[in-house]
């Protein structure tokens, strides 16, 4: 049953994203799980196809002599070169449809716009005895799949806090949050992973006030809660790409695990909800390690992943394309229109794997019960590049002063603290009816590790406020 599905296209007949119908994504929910079940799915799809290739990106080196072999894939990357020329005039788009300008090589440094007062990117793990904010006790919104210890896992992961060189991440105060955020509305728009940190921070501001569940939408891709207490709604949105994606259908019509990416249009479901918006929290790129086909202009450009399947395409690195997709995002995001001159961005930097021998279905598995040393995370894996990619798009359009130059841009940078944790993943530990036989070492358990994110939006939404005059 695939009634929704669109049709995969001839190639050079550009598709229209018609706006809340049945999208691309609730096929695969009505085709695969049962409809409530979206982290499950994000389990069953996301992990299931993004380890294929993510057990190549090995963020763990397992011993100085076993040497990481790094993906060809990046050592290709070339982006000035590789940069498509868009030479298509997209004047008469539907409107829902968000159209591009031409991709522009990067600027040099720049100076920020919002001034980081602690530098939390570098640090260490060290031993924190005071444990948790919240308990699977405390929290009664704690889904089950990120419920490891209801699973038995151990609870050492638990006693860890991170300590960035040179300055205090203090420790998260719920009521704090909740004032800093008086009267806001703040959007974690992302896939599986922005839903485990909207999981987390629902947790942690349980303790202070119990959230009110106010919307969802069918699939439970859109979700919104409300704090009355202090006025404050807290969404979630679904979006895989960012750019608008329609999966690629199979022999007999059903979706496969493929996707078309169109690298100059961004997704409707989300940009449409931008306005109104205070905060939004922006994060991906696990879905970009399928075989992902290309679009641009309406013509299929290249691929994803794809090396030895499809002679005739260029495979432009998973790279390039979070690359164009998150230049496109925020540069949507400061030009517009409708949207809060205040609105604040920030970008969560990408967050790894730590699949160990093997990957999600073939027996890989994380079970260490203490972070990983400096000396044992690679800078050389592909989420250290998918951080720095993630950082110099947002220096970038930091930068560019014309369009929504007012608008600010930040950065909530845990690639390394999230490398260093692959003590902090569900593992085996969650409901054996959707385990499959494999193991989730991509999301991060509740409590967890994950909870710094929030920490760290903390930090800097405290240092955003009282909100500076407009200029
Ligand atoms: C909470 O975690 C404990 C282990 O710390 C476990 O025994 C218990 O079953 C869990 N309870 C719930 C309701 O998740
Ligand atoms: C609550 O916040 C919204 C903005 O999110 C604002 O429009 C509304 O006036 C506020 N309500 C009260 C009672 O302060
Ligand atoms: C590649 O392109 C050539 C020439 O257009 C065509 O003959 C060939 O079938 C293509 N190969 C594949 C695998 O699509
Ligand atoms: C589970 O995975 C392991 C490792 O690949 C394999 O040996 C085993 O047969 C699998 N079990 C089932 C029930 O599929
Ligand atoms: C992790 O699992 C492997 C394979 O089952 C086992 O050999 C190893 O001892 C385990 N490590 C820990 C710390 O439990």
């Known amino acids: 049953m695939a009634p929704l599905l669109p049709p995969s296209p001839p190639s050079g007949s550009p598709r229209l994203l018609k706006s809340g119908s049945g999208s691309e994504w609730s096929v695969v929910v009505q085709s695969n799980v049962k409809s409530s079940l979206l982290l499950l799915l994000a389990i069953s799809t996301v992990a299931a196809f993004s380890i294929l290739y993510s057990s190549r990106s090995l963020t763990v080196a397992r011993t100085a002599g076993e ?49 980081e007062k602690c530098d939390i990117s570098r640090g260490k ?54 004032d800093v955020v008086r009267g806001k509305r703040l959007a974690f728009i992302g896939d599986s992973l922005a839903r485990n940190q909207i999981d987390s921070l629902l947790c942690l ?80 790129g696990n879905w970009f390690f399928r075989v992902n086909y290309l679009w641009e202009g309406g013509r299929r450009i290249g691929c994803l992943n794809c090396a030895g399947n499809d002679a005739n395409l260029t495979d432009f690195g998973v790279a390039y394309a979070v690359r164009r997709v998150v230049r496109a995002a925020v540069e949507a ?59 110099e798009e947002v220096r970038r359009v930091r930068a560019a002063k014309s369009g929504g130059g007012a608008r600010r841009f930040g950065v909530l940078d845990v690639t390394k ?13 969650f409901d054996s009816r959707w385990r499959r036989n494999g193991s989730d070492c991509l999301h991060w358990c509740l409590p967890g590790p994950v909870d710094m994110w929030n920490g760290v939006l903390l930090q800097r939404l405290a240092e955003l406020t009282p909100p500076p005059a407009a200029p």
């Open 67 to 115: 040497a990481l072999t790094q993906s060809p894939l990046l050592a290709a990357l070339d982006l000035s070169s590789r940069m498509p020329e868009d030479d298509d005039d997209q004047s008469d788009e539907p409107a829902e449809v968000v159209s591009l300008p031409a991709a522009a090589p990067s600027t040099g440094e720049a100076a920020m716009q919002l001034e």
């Open 125 to 178: 793990w060290v031993r924190e005895p005071n444990g948790p904010v919240y308990t699977n006790l405390t929290c009664p919104m704690l889904p089950d799949f990120k419920n490891c210890q209801k699973f038995g896992k151990d609870d050492a992961h638990l006693y860890w806090r991170w300590q960035p060189d040179g300055c205090e991440l203090p420790r998260f105060v719920p009521e704090r949050f909740l």
């Open 205 to 284: 501001l349980s303790q202070a006030e119990a959230p009110v569940d106010v919307y969802s939408d069918a699939f439970d891709k859109y979700r919104t809660w409300h704090f009355p207490a202090h006025n404050f709604t807290l969404m979630v949105m679904w979006t895989e790409f960012y750019a608008h994606a329609v999966p690629v259908a199979g022999a007999e019509g059903k979706p496969i695990s493929s996707f078309d990416i169109h690298l100059d249009r961004l997704g409707a479901d989300w940009t449409s909800r931008l306005p109104g918006l205070d905060y939004a929290v922006i994060s991906g």
């Open 333 to 391: 995001i400061a030009q517009c229109r409708g949207c809060k001159t205040s609105l604040v961005t920030f970008l969560r930097t990408y967050s790894p794997d730590h699949f160990e021998h093997g990957s999600w279905f073939d027996g890989g598995y994380c079970n260490r019960t203490a972070p990983l040393q400096e000396r044992e995370v690679s800078m050389e894996s592909i989420a250290w590049e998918l951080r720095r990619v993630q950082r």
């Open 417 to 429: 603290a999230m490398m260093m944790r692959a003590d902090g993943h569900p593992d085996n530990h």
